[in-house]
C-alpha cells in the first residue's frame, strides 16, 4: 500500500499542474482513504467509472475530466452530487488531470495520439510554450492521408471523420475538443490537423487554409494519458493499476 499524499505527491512531480491556467483545479478533488492499493483510471469521472471502481474494491480513481469546471453550477446537487456521495460511501479519493494530462512530452494524451499515428519524432508545436495542448511532426516520408486515417482508426477502434484527399508531409494535432486549434496547424504549415472533435466551421477552415483534417473522437483520443500515468504509478509504487473504458461515442 502507498499513502495517497504520496500518490499525490508523484502526479505533482510527474505532470506539474502548477505550470497551467486550467479551466478546472488538478489533483486530489476528492479525499478519499488514507492507503492506495488498488488504481483505476478512466477518461471521465461518471458514475458508471465509479460504480466499476467501486465493484472492483479500488482505493482511487485517476481521470483526464474531473469536477468543478468553469462557469459549471459550483452547488453540489442532483447528478454532481450522486457522484461525490458514491465516492464518498466508498471512501475513493478522485485524481484529476486536464491540461497537465494532454501535455506530457511522454505520458500525455497529444504523446499517445502521436505514436497510434506511427510518428516517432514528435513535440510541442511551440516548445517555448509548453502549455499549448498542440503536437507537431514533421515525416521522414510523405504518406497519403488515407493511410493515417486508416491507422488511426485501427489504433483507436473507430471510423475516423476525414476531410481532403493529399499526401501528407507534416502534421498537427490536440487531443479531445481541440478543433479551435486549427489555425495554429495551418499557421505553423501543417499539412494535416487531427483532433477529437470537429465543429461546423472546422471544415471550412480546412479548406479555405489547404489543410487535411481528422476528426477521431473526443474521448477516443484521450483514453492515453491515464492508462500512461497508471501503468508508471503502478511501477514506480508497486500499486494495482486498471483502466475502465466506459464507452462513450462523442
Known amino acids: 500500500m502507498v499513502h495517497r499524499d504520496d500518490i499525490d505527491a508523484a502526479l505533482t512531480g510527474l505532470l506539474k499542474p502548477e505550470l497551467f491556467k486550467d479551466y478546472c483545479p488538478n489533483g486530489l478533488q476528492v479525499e478519499g482513504k488514507d492507503q492506495i492499493s488498488h488504481l483505476v483510471t478512466g477518461v471521465t469521472a461518471c458514475q458508471a467509472l465509479i460504480d466499476a471502481a467501486v465493484a472492483q474494491r479500488a482505493d482511487a480513481i485517476l481521470v483526464h475530466h474531473g469536477y468543478f469546471?468553469?462557469?459549471?453550477?459550483?452547488?453540489?446537487?442532483?447528478?454532481?452530487?450522486?457522484?461525490?456521495?458514491?465516492?464518498?460511501?466508498?471512501?475513493?479519493?478522485?485524481?484529476?488531470?486536464?491540461l497537465p494530462l494532454d501535455c506530457h512530452p511522454r505520458v500525455g494524451n497529444n504523446a499517445g495520439l502521436g505514436r497510434a499515428m506511427g510518428l516517432n519524432n514528435f513535440g510541442p508545436l511551440r516548445p517555448d510554450d509548453l502549455t499549448l495542448p498542440v503536437f507537431f511532426a514533421a515525416l521522414s516520408t510523405p504518406s497519403p492521408v488515407?493511410?493515417?486515417?486508416?491507422?488511426?482508426?485501427?489504433?483507436?477502434?473507430?471510423e475516423v471523420l476525414l476531410e481532403g484527399d493529399r499526401?501528407?508531409?507534416?502534421?498537427?494535432?490536440?487531443?479531445?475538443?481541440?478543433?479551435?486549434?486549427?489555425?495554429?496547424?495551418?499557421?505553423?504549415?501543417?499539412?494535416?490537423?487531427?483532433?477529437?472533435?470537429?465543429?461546423?466551421?472546422?471544415?471550412?477552415?480546412?479548406r479555405?487554409?489547404?489543410?487535411?483534417?481528422?476528426?477521431?473522437?473526443?474521448?477516443?483520443?484521450?483514453?492515453?494519458?491515464?492508462?500512461?500515468?497508471?501503468d508508471f504509478l503502478a511501477t514506480e509504487m508497486g500499486i494495482k493499476h486498471t483502466f475502465v473504458d466506459i464507452d462513450n461515442p462523442a
Open 146 to 158: 488515407t493511410a493515417i486515417a486508416a491507422r488511426l482508426t485501427d489504433a483507436l477502434g473507430r
Open 69 to 98: 469546471w468553469r462557469n459549471e453550477d459550483p452547488c453540489i446537487i442532483g447528478m454532481k452530487a450522486r457522484r461525490i456521495k458514491s465516492l464518498a460511501a466508498a471512501d475513493l479519493s478522485l485524481f484529476a488531470y486536464h
Open 167 to 206: 499526401m501528407i508531409s507534416s502534421v498537427a494535432w490536440c487531443t479531445g475538443g481541440g478543433q479551435g486549434y486549427i489555425g495554429d496547424a495551418a499557421d505553423a504549415g501543417a499539412d494535416l490537423f487531427v483532433t477529437g472533435e470537429v465543429s461546423e466551421q472546422t471544415i471550412h477552415v480546412a
Open 208 to 230: 479555405e487554409r489547404g489543410l487535411a483534417f481528422i476528426a477521431a473522437g473526443h474521448h477516443a483520443t484521450e483514453r492515453f494519458g491515464v492508462q500512461a500515468v497508471g
